[in-house]
Structures are given as structure tokens and as C-alpha cells.
């Protein structure tokens, strides 16, 4: 692994935000479960919805 202090100020930058992130995203509850929800990947984060066999696009 790179060094950080080898990376460009803007890349340090982005790293920073990015570890940020991922403390701030630790401390939160998990996700509520979702009753008669659907199953497999969370269709909005993937750009697409399929159900009975009909996919559209957001």
C-alpha cells in the first residue's frame, strides 16, 4: 500500500473524507428490517427495479 504522504494534497483530501465517512457511518443504528420488503440488493442503489419480471429504470 501507497503511503499517504507520498499522494497529492487532493487525494489525501479525498481519503480523509472517505475515513470520515466510514466513522460516522459506523456510529449509526443499523437499517430498521423492512417487513414483506424484497429480497437480494437494495433496488434504488443499483439504478434499476425488477418485479414480476419487468425491469425499469429509474
Do not use: C, H, S, W
Not at 428490517?33 to 429509474?58: C, L, Q, S
Amino acid at each position: 500500500m501507497t503511503d499517504r504522504a507520498d499522494l497529492p494534497p487532493a487525494a489525501q483530501r479525498a481519503l480523509a473524507e472517505a475515513d470520515q465517512r466510514r466513522r460516522l457511518a459506523a456510529g449509526q443504528k443499523p437499517m430498521p428490517t423492512e417487513y414483506g420488503g424484497r429480497d437480494g440488493p437494495e433496488p434504488v442503489r443499483f439504478g434499476d427495479y425488477e418485479k414480476n419480471g419487468i425491469a425499469v429504470d429509474f
